[in-house]
């Protein structure tokens, strides 16, 4: 036992080893902040698997991976004792609580049995809508199949080798180690499930019975030993790296992105560190979550590119980085950096799949795993937008009209206030900040869209009717920045958001109502970043607020149906 354990934990510990290692070479990022709010986290969305059972759509499936994850977590100690048994023989006696002659030992006997049948009958379940229904979203492979008969394997040999070793106590009068207590009884009475499988292969004989004692254990023991040394090479690596990655997930997800710091750095431009078109500009967290990828695809099921046909397969995206990761994960830890001089947009990642992301971030709202997608997949745009100047056609008069003029068209920005005529709205310019409840910002679509003038200029005369004090900054207001941002054209975000941020400092704003969805979780989510700290509102809460206080009377009930599309950045 001592050489088949020194053997398959080293070889473990040597993977291990390389594939941590290059993650701690990949770039830095400080994902140890708020550890009361992580462990929170970790036990709601890791340990009670919310994401898996909490989302009705497959509740069906989230519930039965549910079981196979809590009964593993169980099992998982019951593998620590049969190790053990390797060297001592009825080792778990000698363990304090689980070896105890007292209801907790007994306890766990009972409910590892349970869970043993439940985890095997979940994997049935599991084998069989692979093999038959076959979900659009997985992807019938061998992996998925031998895995699954891996985990079945090892809880059909535990089963037998329980139920051996009573028969050979019980029937044939062997002295194996086991419970008995004047209180709670013998542990059979414990383990129905054992009991059940014992009367099942007590006529086979004492020697039959002794030959599945030995079998299963030492059957169960390589299984176990194989199997840990294979996941690593497979999608099942996320049964080690899955908590880890729920506990260092974004605390600001689903609503800021965090800046890029290295703008300044006149070395970061010079290296290639600005974005990411190397393994080695990804963040190790980043990294982490591609080792995390289950492939269960979730993500693309609710991804509106993938529905409409576009280029973009999230689960095909991480599948290509991660193929390169592990292609080039022992050069990483050795030296740093990868010694293939592929590019990660171009060679390893299509540029048409990189920019058919909308970055609505619906992916990371069902990922059981809290992968982050989309600050990976702006790192790539960060680096081909500033670093390559390689972005689509159309995003180059994009960017010229956002620098020149404030807006994506180009329009000019003296025609900003142009949707108000008429309305005799007040300016900041000519008021105070004190003189007003709250500034309406308007945003590019507001300003220049004749579609979105009208949601402007209805709003605008609300908030009249409400007898609401609030101003516009006409000219003086610019894009927030957004699309720059999402574009990966970092510095033209920060180049908006800091004259805006200048601006309402300025005028000591302090609260905003906006119509635009993505304005708001800019100034509310993004702007802190820059120093400024504002309340902002949709328009839709301000309204039904007033509403409520009854200073805009609503009239009769609307007959029509009315379909309300909820905006990927407020729903979220």
Request: negative net charge; glycine residues 8%; aromatic residues 12%.
């Amino acid at each position: 036992m001592t050489l088949v354990m020194l053997v398959a934990w080293g070889a473990f510990a040597l993977q291990i080893t390389v594939k941590l290692g290059a993650l701690t070479k990949m770039a830095p990022e400080n994902r140890l902040n708020e550890i009361g709010r992580r462990f929170c986290r970790l036990f709601k969305i890791g340990f009670g698997q919310q994401k898996l059972i909490g989302r009705k759509r497959e509740r069906s499936s989230g519930i039965m991976h549910a079981f196979i994850f809590w009964g593993a977590l169980l099992i998982g100690v019951r593998e620590l004792t049969l190790m053990g048994e390797g060297f001592i023989s009825g080792f778990q006696e000698y363990l304090p609580v689980l070896g105890s002659d007292s209801w907790l030992g007994y306890a766990y006997i009972s409910v590892y049995n349970f869970c043993e049948v439940l985890v095997l009958a979940m994997i049935l379940i599991a084998l069989y809508r692979r093999l038959i229904p076959k979900p659009e979203r997985l992807e019938l492979n061998w992996e998925g199949i031998y895995v699954l008969l891996f985990i079945g394997s090892m809880m059909l040999t535990d089963l037998l080798f329980d139920a051996a070793r009573l028969n050979l106590v019980e029937s044939y009068g062997q002295h194996l180690h086991f419970f008995q207590s004047a209180a709670y009884g013998s542990e059979w009475n414990w383990a129905p499930f054992t009991v059940l499988l014992a009367s099942a292969i007590n006529g086979l004989g004492e020697g039959a019975n002794a030959f599945i004692y030995q079998f299963s254990y030492w059957g169960h023991v390589a299984v176990m030993f194989v199997f840990v040394n294979l996941l690593i090479h497979t999608k099942q690596f996320h049964e080690m790296t899955a908590l880890p990655n729920v506990f260092f997930g974004s605390l600001d997800y689903p609503h800021a992105l965090a800046p890029l710091a290295d703008l300044e750095d006149e070395s970061a431009w010079e290296e290639g560190r600005i974005g990411a078109n190397k393994l080695e500009n990804l963040t190790w967290k980043q990294g982490l979550d591609l080792f995390s990828c289950t492939e269960c695809g979730r993500c693309h099921d609710v991804c509106p590119t993938f529905v409409t046909d576009k280029p973009l397969t999230l689960k095909r995206f991480n599948q290509s980085l991660l193929h390169h990761l592990r292609k080039e994960e022992a050069t990483l830890f050795r030296t740093g950096s990868t010694a293939d001089e592929k590019t990660l947009v171009g060679e390893i990642i299509r540029p048409e799949t990189l920019w058919a992301c909308t970055t609505c971030r619906a992916c990371e709202e069902v990922c059981p795993v809290s992968i982050e997608h989309v600050p990976r997949i702006l790192a790539l745009r960060q680096s081909q937008t500033m670093m390559e100047e390689a972005y689509p056609p159309e995003m180059a008069n994009t960017f010229k009209g956002l620098e020149r003029n404030f807006n994506p068209w180009g329009i000019g920005f003296d025609q900003r206030a142009d949707w108000a005529e008429g309305l005799n709205l007040t300016m900041m310019s000519d008021t105070k900040a004190e003189d007003i409840d709250v500034l309406m910002w308007v945003g590019c679509a507001g300003s220049f869209d004749s579609r979105n003038q009208k949601i402007a200029r209805a709003t605008a005369t609300l908030y009249q009717k409400a007898n609401v004090k609030f101003a516009i900054l006409g000219s003086e207001e610019k894009c927030t920045g957004d699309l720059a941002r999402r574009s990966g054209n970092e510095m033209l975000f920060q180049m908006l958001a800091g004259d805006n941020v200048e601006t309402l400092n300025n005028y000591k704003i302090k609260k905003i109502v906006t119509a635009c969805p993505h304005c708001l979780n800019s100034i509310k989510n993004e702007y802190p970043q820059l120093g400024g700290e504002y309340e902002v509102f949709h328009h839709s809460q301000f309204i039904a607020k007033l509403v409520d206080e009854g200073r805009l009377p609503v009239g009769s009930n609307l007959k029509d149906t009315i379909t309300y599309h909820d905006p990927c950045y407020l729903g979220r």
